[in-house]
């Protein structure tokens, strides 16, 4: 009887390591994107806000591969910006997510990548969105 409870007792000590190991590489990550953000104090593009919220997700008319996004910093509520992007990879999975991220209040964390590029990531989640950045235009 308690031969049978050993292998049980095993697969559930390995699920919770595997969950915990989880949970810490996603506060890792979080963590980082932080560190990385404070060597910005006056940040002056949505790009290098530490966190970030979806206010409003469009497809643009003129464009529609190009997703409007309206999105604001909560520390700071009167800092808004338009963003203007094209997913990169399948544009409607971006669609859904920016939608879902915007329905729930996500707080999200934006990275560059190069020039034009931006990853919008929801914390403590790997899901994210890379896009290319074709104009911001930045509130106060």
């Known amino acids: 009887m308690i031969l049978a409870l050993v292998p049980a007792l095993i697969c559930l000590f390995t699920a919770g390591l ?3 190991l989880y949970l810490f590489h996603m ?14 104090p006056r ?5 290098d806000w530490p966190e ?6 469009v497809v643009d008319p003129e464009v529609p591969r190009r997703i409007l996004v309206l999105v ?3 520390a700071r509520p009167e ?9 990169v990879g399948a544009p409607q999975r971006a ?3 920016l939608q879902l991220w915007r ?4 707080s999200l964390s934006p990275t560059r990548l190069g020039e034009r590029g931006l990853v919008l990531r929801r914390r403590r989640s790997p899901d994210e969105v890379r896009t290319l950045l074709h104009r911001e235009n930045c509130g106060p």
């Open 79 to 87: 800092a808004r910006s338009l963003l203007v992007l094209e997913p």
């Open 95 to 97: 669609l859904r997510l």
């Open 27 to 40: 506060s890792t990550r979080d963590a980082l994107d932080l560190v990385y953000k404070l060597d910005t």
């Open 18 to 20: 595997v969950w915990n």
């Open 52 to 57: 970030l919220r979806v206010d409003a997700v």
């Open 72 to 74: 604001q910093w909560p």
């Open 103 to 106: 329905d729930r209040g996500a």
């Open 43 to 47: 940040p002056t593009s949505a790009r």
